[in-house]
Protein backbone atom coordinates (compact mmCIF):
# COMPACT_ATOMS: atom_id res chain seq x y z
CA UNK A 1 0.00 0.00 0.00
CA UNK A 2 1.28 3.35 -0.81
CA UNK A 3 2.43 5.48 1.36
CA UNK A 4 0.15 8.63 1.85
CA UNK A 5 1.55 12.37 1.32
CA UNK A 6 0.97 14.78 4.54
CA UNK A 7 1.32 18.26 3.01
CA UNK A 8 3.58 20.93 4.89
CA UNK A 9 -0.19 23.15 6.26
CA UNK A 10 -1.49 19.95 7.71
CA UNK A 11 2.05 18.83 9.30
CA UNK A 12 2.29 22.48 10.89
CA UNK A 13 -1.23 22.38 12.02
CA UNK A 14 -0.68 19.24 14.12
CA UNK A 15 2.50 20.21 15.84
CA UNK A 16 0.84 23.67 16.69
CA UNK A 17 -2.17 21.84 17.84
CA UNK A 18 0.19 19.79 20.02
CA UNK A 19 2.40 22.25 20.80
CA UNK A 20 5.76 20.51 19.94
CA UNK A 21 4.78 18.19 22.47
CA UNK A 22 4.81 14.11 21.83
CA UNK A 23 0.97 13.60 22.40
CA UNK A 24 1.35 9.77 23.74
CA UNK A 25 3.91 10.59 26.32
CA UNK A 26 3.80 14.09 26.53
CA UNK A 27 7.86 14.76 26.14
CA UNK A 28 8.85 17.98 24.92
CA UNK A 29 10.50 18.26 21.26
CA UNK A 30 14.14 19.03 21.55
CA UNK A 31 16.69 19.59 19.24
CA UNK A 32 18.01 16.58 17.77
CA UNK A 33 15.21 14.47 19.11
CA UNK A 34 12.14 16.16 16.39
CA UNK A 35 8.45 14.47 16.73
CA UNK A 36 6.74 13.42 13.70
CA UNK A 37 3.08 13.81 12.51
CA UNK A 38 1.90 10.35 12.50
CA UNK A 39 -1.71 8.47 11.75
CA UNK A 40 -3.45 7.10 14.74
CA UNK A 41 -5.64 4.58 12.58
CA UNK A 42 -2.72 3.93 9.81
CA UNK A 43 -3.96 3.72 6.45
CA UNK A 44 -3.88 0.30 5.77
CA UNK A 45 -6.50 0.12 8.37
CA UNK A 46 -8.47 2.63 6.41
CA UNK A 47 -7.41 5.57 8.52
CA UNK A 48 -7.93 9.00 6.80
CA UNK A 49 -4.79 11.26 6.29
CA UNK A 50 -6.78 14.43 7.97
CA UNK A 51 -6.67 16.38 10.83
CA UNK A 52 -8.61 14.89 13.22
CA UNK A 53 -6.93 10.81 12.78
CA UNK A 54 -3.02 12.70 12.54
CA UNK A 55 -1.21 12.88 15.84
CA UNK A 56 2.29 14.07 16.92
CA UNK A 57 4.71 11.68 18.54
CA UNK A 58 8.14 10.89 19.08
CA UNK A 59 9.99 8.26 17.76
CA UNK A 60 9.72 6.36 20.59
CA UNK A 61 6.30 6.33 20.86
CA UNK A 62 5.66 5.56 17.02
CA UNK A 63 7.66 2.31 16.76
CA UNK A 64 5.98 1.17 20.13
CA UNK A 65 2.36 2.02 18.46
CA UNK A 66 3.04 0.45 15.11
CA UNK A 67 0.36 0.37 13.30
CA UNK A 68 -1.59 -1.20 16.12
CA UNK A 69 -5.99 -0.05 16.72
CA UNK A 70 -5.59 -0.08 20.50
CA UNK A 71 -3.55 -0.94 23.54
CA UNK A 72 -4.56 -2.19 26.95
CA UNK A 73 -5.02 0.03 29.89
CA UNK A 74 -3.16 -2.25 32.33
CA UNK A 75 -4.60 -0.93 35.40
CA UNK A 76 -8.40 -1.70 34.14
CA UNK A 77 -7.65 -4.57 31.75
CA UNK A 78 -9.90 -2.79 29.58
CA UNK A 79 -9.04 -2.66 25.21
CA UNK A 80 -8.67 1.23 24.84
CA UNK A 81 -9.28 2.47 21.15
CA UNK A 82 -6.45 4.89 19.53
CA UNK A 83 -8.32 7.60 18.56
Not at 3 to 14: F, M, P, T
Request: aromatic share 8%.
Amino acid sequence: MPRLYINAELRRLVADRAAHICEYCLYPEVEGLSCQVDHIISVKHGGATTADNLCYDCIFCNLQKGTDLGSINWQTGELVRFV
